[in-house]
């Protein structure tokens, strides 16, 4: 069995902390510049040396997406900025157009360089021909199935390295490459400012042919008829480790530090859990349910994972009440408040490497040392007395339905 690299989202610096403390084995982001989602936080200059050093410091490696297609009046920059991640000790660059790479083999060539699942990499002689122009990895089309996996692992050098997606938001558009966004908002897609018209709520009519129709709609509020399901594959990672497959990358680098820690720490247990031949731990899986999500499928691993067309909500049934910034052995809590809670309350502590479990808020008091029933104040510090000692960045939270209407 091959072991299976996690590879979590990091689109700012408490996204990254959360994943690399969650359990990431590596970590991707972006800097200001040539990265696929200009709406994640990203990294400065100045951010980016602190990030690189903080995930070095915990064994966790970081790899930088380059993987926009510039345009002729980007590229002049492009060689002093990945000479300039070279010089902060990124370990990888993510690439997909070809003169990018190109450049990354000449000014960056301590880095490794991956190839993006932007390049629809779906064939072994197409990643076989990535790697003898030098690429250490390629993250495959996330449209193949095991079985197309398992045939270019097999067929493919030994020594490449293939990437898939395991979890997240999927794209109606094949590899991502969608223009929908740019025709209705001017928002590139491409260009990481896609607006997601995909999951619009949308009704056809033939203008000039009265009483026919197409039969689209699921009933009298219309359809969503790009609309994708998301992606989850935690109950089938033995599946994908036989397949090959060399590293599992979780989606979100726009969304809550809040994901990055529960999915990469669910996905971290069951991943360990399985190389070590032990018993799966069923509350992992149960973890994945409790973040912000759409209907969860299994991608094209196993099959078309088929359109879900009743709506485009998302499923929020859980909320953070609060981070756990520091904690004693007595289990006195020093935490800040994300969303009001009170004494009394049933809460759920969450934290690195700590199994889930259910507590009843305890006493609390403010800076002062003052009695508080119910701290109201974002960002407010108090103390929590907790059941027992818990790691710092762990969270507590409660069961709150906050789907969107």
């Known amino acids: 069995m091959r072991k299976l690299e996690l590879l979590s989202p990091a689109g700012d610096m408490e996204r990254l902390k959360m994943s690399v403390l969650y359990g990431a084995d590596a970590v991707y982001l972006a800097g200001t510049s ?72 000449k000014y960056a060539p301590k880095c490794e360089r991956h190839i993006s699942t932007q390049q629809s990499v779906a064939n072994y002689e197409c990643a076989t021909s990535w790697f003898d122009l030098g690429a250490k990895r390629v993250v495959l089309a996330r449209e193949l199935s095991l079985s197309e996996i398992s045939c270019i692992r097999e067929k493919c050098p030994k020594e490449l390295e293939i990437e898939t997606f395991g979890h997240g938001a999927m794209c109606v558009s094949y590899s991502g490459r969608c223009l929908l966004s740019n025709y209705m908002t001017g928002r590139d897609s491409n260009r990481g400012a ?135 052995e007595n289990g006195l809590a020093v935490c ?16 690195p490497d700590l199994r889930p479990f259910p507590i009843i808020a305890g006493n609390m008091t403010d800076s002062d040392g003052n009695p508080l029933l119910e701290p109201k104040t974002p960002q407010m510090k108090f103390t929590m007395q907790l059941p027992r000692q818990v790691p710092a960045h762990s969270m507590i939270r409660r069961n709150v339905d906050l789907s969107a209407k």
């Open 34 to 105: 040539f990265g696929m989602r200009s709406f994640a936080g990203n990294f400065t200059p100045e951010e980016l040396p602190k990030a690189v050093q903080f995930a070095h410091d915990h064994g966790v490696k970081v790899h930088v997406t380059v993987n926009t297609m510039p345009r002729n009046h980007e590229v002049m920059d492009l060689p002093d900025y990945l000479a300039s991640l070279q010089d902060t000790g990124v370990d990888a660059l993510i690439v997909a157009d070809l003169g990018a790479f190109t450049l990354a083999g």
């Open 336 to 351: 800040s408040l994300n969303n009001k809670f009170k004494q009394g309350d049933e809460l759920e502590i969450v934290g």
């Open 194 to 328: 896609c607006a997601q018209p995909c999951r619009y709520q949308y009704a056809l009519m033939e203008e000039k042919r009265p009483g026919e129709y197409f039969p689209v709609f699921e009933d009298e509020k219309g359809t969503y008829i790009l609309n994708s399901r998301d992606m989850c594959t935690i109950d089938h990672l033995k599946e994908l480790m036989d397949a090959g497959i060399d590293c599992i990358k979780i989606e979100g680098r726009a969304k809550s530090a809040y994901y990055a820690a529960i999915v990469t720490g669910a996905y971290r247990h069951v991943i360990d859990d399985i190389q070590a031949g032990r018993e799966i731990d069923k509350i992992w899986r149960d973890e994945v349910d409790h973040v912000s999500h759409r209907v969860y499928s299994t991608g094209f691993y196993f099959g078309e994972p088929g359109q879900y067309v009743e709506n485009s909500r998302y499923i929020r049934e859980w909320q953070i009440c609060a981070k756990v910034e520091s904690c004693d």
